[in-house]
């Protein structure tokens, strides 16, 4: 199938999509499609059949559902696939059509429903070398990953459609990495969010016609598409997929059941591997040092608008720290940060630590006013770009 992937300088003007054939065991043959091979692969998730989950609990408000019940069933799912001494999953996005607006993830649902975005259109990779290995060392004193601090890392997709009836547009691509010139073909591009800024791997177009694309059309309720973000060892073939979602045109017309999926992205880290591919991250820290550097990250949430480095709050979450603000000032400032560090839903990996350690880092958190002004500014963007999104039924 020929289609528009998409336009721009450093996208694809046009590229050939296959239904991908699987089961083969030729290395060499370009319809394999293996993590090894070409940095994708379609695998069965028999699990999530047994899971008691229903396609509602994916759309709970707090995202509380899918934390406790789908992001332990894709850690062990990763771990047996991959043999990763650890996996920690560190977020997931539902993403649906039928209510997002797909330009820019602007609509009123969207403060509601953690995780809910719309489709990417761009062709891009989600991690560079730099912003990859940034994640690596945030995540090096949190407790249960700070042994695992050498020999590799990589960083996985695990996609996964929603609902029970078949995607029929807007589907997810995959480049084959096997058919790309990291060298010519990946160009770093600035990426300015409403809460965030990073750097991603766009695509030029030069080579497009060497190109191979693939799709997974008509997944059943037990398949998973996993894919790479990145991979620290250099000597892989797939270091990173560049994926986008495109549209059908050969999708019937009127097509109503808009693309429904979650794709969850999780750290496996192989503590073995030779030679050493992860950064060089500082000593481990003290207690002291390690409660110190979780409340920088907490001022820093707050500061960049409740979203930094992977910490992020629902919607639901931001709605309530705006009303202690705004109607409760200081008390509601310190209510804030209690809150953050009481960490019921385990955001920020805060909710298991001691009664002391939490109460030292509210102490962090309140010891000046810096935590206060941060918060009211955040405040104050956050209702300025409320109202400009607000739509007339409101």
Not at 103 to 129: A, F, P, W
Not at 145 to 151: F, P
Not at 212 to 228: H, I
Request: glycine share 4%.
């Amino acid at each position: 199938m020929d289609v528009k992937i998409c336009d721009g300088r450093y996208c694809h003007k046009r590229a050939v999509l296959r239904s991908s054939k699987l089961g083969r065991k030729d290395l060499n043959d370009p319809d394999l499609l293996t993590i090894d091979s070409c940095g994708f692969e379609l695998c069965k998730l028999p699990e999530v059949r047994q899971c008691s989950m229903s396609n509602s609990d994916f759309y709970e408000p707090t995202g509380r559902i899918v934390r406790e019940n789908y992001y332990p069933l894709v850690a062990d799912f990763l771990k047996r696939y991959t043999g990763a001494s650890y996996v920690k999953v560190v977020r997931h996005s539902i993403r649906n059509g039928q209510i997002m607006d797909r330009r820019n993830y602007q609509m009123k649902e969207s403060k509601k429903i953690d995780g809910l975005c719309g489709y990417s259109s761009d062709v891009h990779t989600d991690y560079t070398q730099e912003t990859a290995d940034t994640s690596f060392r945030k995540m090096a004193n949190f407790p249960e990953t700070r042994h695992y601090r050498t020999g590799r890392y990589i960083v996985f997709c695990v996609w996964k459609p929603l609902g029970d009836k078949p995607i029929r547009n807007d589907h997810l691509a995959l480049l084959d990495e096997r058919t790309i010139n990291r060298t010519d073909d990946c160009v770093e591009v600035d990426v300015y969010g409403h809460n965030f800024q990073t750097v991603v791997h766009r695509l030029d177009s030069s080579h497009a016609a060497q190109h191979r694309w693939y799709y997974f059309p008509d997944m059943k309720a037990d398949e998973v598409c996993v894919f790479k973000h990145f991979d620290s060892d250099p000597n892989q073939v797939s270091r990173g997929v560049f994926h986008t979602s495109f549209v059908d045109p050969t999708a019937p017309e009127g097509t109503l059941n808009k693309r429904q999926s979650i794709d969850v992205r999780a750290f496996c880290y192989f503590p073995d591997h030779t030679p050493n591919t992860c950064p060089i991250v500082p000593p481990l820290s003290t207690e002291e040092e390690c409660q110190r550097n979780l409340a920088t990250n907490l001022l820093l949430l707050v500061a960049r608008n409740f979203h930094h480095q992977g910490f992020q709050w629902p919607g639901e979450k931001i709605d309530w720290v705006v009303e202690q603000v705004v109607n409760h000032g200081i008390e509601g400032v310190k209510a804030v940060a209690k809150d953050i560090v009481t960490d019921e839903m385990n955001y920020f990996e805060l909710r298991d630590r001691s009664e002391e350690a939490k109460e030292r880092i509210i102490t962090m958190l309140l010891e000046n006013d810096n935590f206060g002004k941060a918060l009211k500014a955040s405040v104050e963007k956050v209702r300025v770009r409320h109202l400009h999104f607000k739509t007339p039924e409101e």
